[in-house]
């Protein structure tokens, strides 16, 4: 399914729509989160004062920005709901613009571990008031939730890394080891993403918004990345991270969370630094495609909005 003679591609930004920034900035002041829109993409965020009238037309909107951050917001913030309360996102914090989609799949995880639950309690109200405050900057322009796969998805995930064969399933809802193994595929996409589009942003505002977020995104990734070192399940995450390897396009940046014999709770370079992936490539893992589509994975139907297609070969 998977193979490496990819071609990299970049969607940056030379252009910011003045209302949008003026909308974001308000929520961004009254929410006091920052820039989520920026944190999933390797977009950049820049004024228009030098780009040419056809690139500034070409560029997306920072509404388009935003909205790519909100699908993927939607997706980890049902993830970890399901997971933690048994239940996904209420109604009023669904809707908007474009096709709205259900969820399928998604269940209270039975958590023994009285420290992972409490984790996985506060990664969910994190990633739910990311969804809240999207929506609030973005306002009439949100997009809703498009169509949610939490159950099949999963499967194709686990064996196309060799979890599981044949024909059986993986429930990610099943115990604390599935709901680890899923996690892990969702949160080490998100620090990623953020890294990507730290070079591109050059509005100090969005910036240091995108940073703070990066941080707490940062936090959760390595809690989970622990909790799967200390179960001894760093073969398992191995195999996930080479499945990413594969489908992000070329090159073997991608981690486990071993070294060896030894921890590897932070994926570094030898300077000490985390590598990044643009919103195409965010795409290629979540649509578990390799291939240039707009639809498939999580996302059966596609992400609403116009930032949608994955990277191709």
Known sequence: MFGKPFVRTLISRSAENRTDRRRFLKAAGAA?????????????????????????AAAPSDAA??????????????????????????????????AQGGVSGGKKVMFHDKALHQFAKEIAGDE??????????????AVSRPEIDLKDSFTAA?????????????????????????????????????????????????????????AAEAYHAATIRTALF????????????????????????????????????????HNGICFGRGSDRVLNVVYLNP????EGGFFPKGVNGDIVASGGA
Do not use: C, M
């Not at 080891?177 to 070079?199: H, I, M, Q, R, S």
């Not at 390897?245 to 590897?264: E, H, K, S, T």
């Open 230 to 269: 200390d179960r001894e399940l760093g073969d398992a995450a191995a195999k996930i991270s080479n499945a990413r390897d594969a489908l992000d396009g070329p090159g073997d940046d991608d981690q486990g969370v071993l070294l060896g014999n030894q921890a590897n709770i932070v994926p570094t370079d």
């Open 291 to 294: 291939g240039a589509v707009k």
């Open 65 to 98: 920005v935003l909205n790519f951050a909100l699908n993927l917001e939607y997706l980890e913030a049902e993830f970890y709901s399901f997971a933690v309360h048994g239940r996904g996102l209420p109604d009023d914090l669904t809707g908007g613009v474009g």
């Open 128 to 141: 739910v008031a990311h969804v809240k405050f999207l929506r609030g900057a973005l306002g009439e322009a």
């Open 158 to 214: 686990a064996k196309a890394a060799g979890l599981i064969s044949g024909y059986q399933q993986f429930d990610p809802f099943a115990n604390e080891k599935n709901f680890l193994l899923a996690a892990f595929l969702f949160e080490d996409v998100g620090v990623t993403a953020y890294k990507g589009a730290a070079p591109l942003i050059t509005n100090k505002t969005f910036l240091d918004a995108a940073a703070g977020i990066l």
């Open 32 to 56: 006091g989160l920052g820039v989520v829109g920026a944190t999933y993409l390797g977009v950049q965020a820049t004024s228009s004062a030098s780009a040419t009238g056809e690139a500034a």
